[in-house]
């Protein structure tokens, strides 16, 4: 079982910066797929970036040259780094660790929010 664990969200106004982390237990983070996605009030949750094991990486386009992901296995986290917010960035920001569809693990959410 993997327990994940978010911090940083906040309240930013735009062109603003923040760093979010995601702390994992268990053993298999080193192996997983790890990342973070976004939900929007009425929207669908949507991938922002993810990083695989061997360390490559894949952006949202919308995120793109603002956004870096970076994880550290050593100790069993997943940050990621946003600059320049914008309103459209305004959402709960989830963590994600995966190795496959029966071990797919979810964190409980941190809030992000740009407003000026």
């Known amino acids: 079982q993997v327990q994940l664990v978010e911090s940083g969200g906040g309240l930013v106004q735009p062109g603003e910066s923040l760093r979010l982390s995601c702390a994992a237990s268990g053993s298999i983070f080193s192996a997983a797929r790890v990342g973070w996605y976004r939900q929007a009030p009425g929207k669908q949750r949507e991938l922002v970036a993810t990083v695989t094991s061997g360390g490559s990486t894949n952006y949202a386009d919308s995120v793109k040259g603002r956004f870096t992901i970076s994880r550290d296995n050593a100790k069993k986290t997943v940050d990621l780094q946003m600059n320049n917010l914008n309103p459209e960035d305004t959402a709960v920001y989830y963590c994600?660790?995966?190795?496959?569809?029966?071990?797919?693990?979810w964190g409980q959410g941190t809030q992000v929010t740009v407003s000026s």
């Open positions: 994600n660790v995966w190795v496959s569809i029966l071990k797919n693990y």
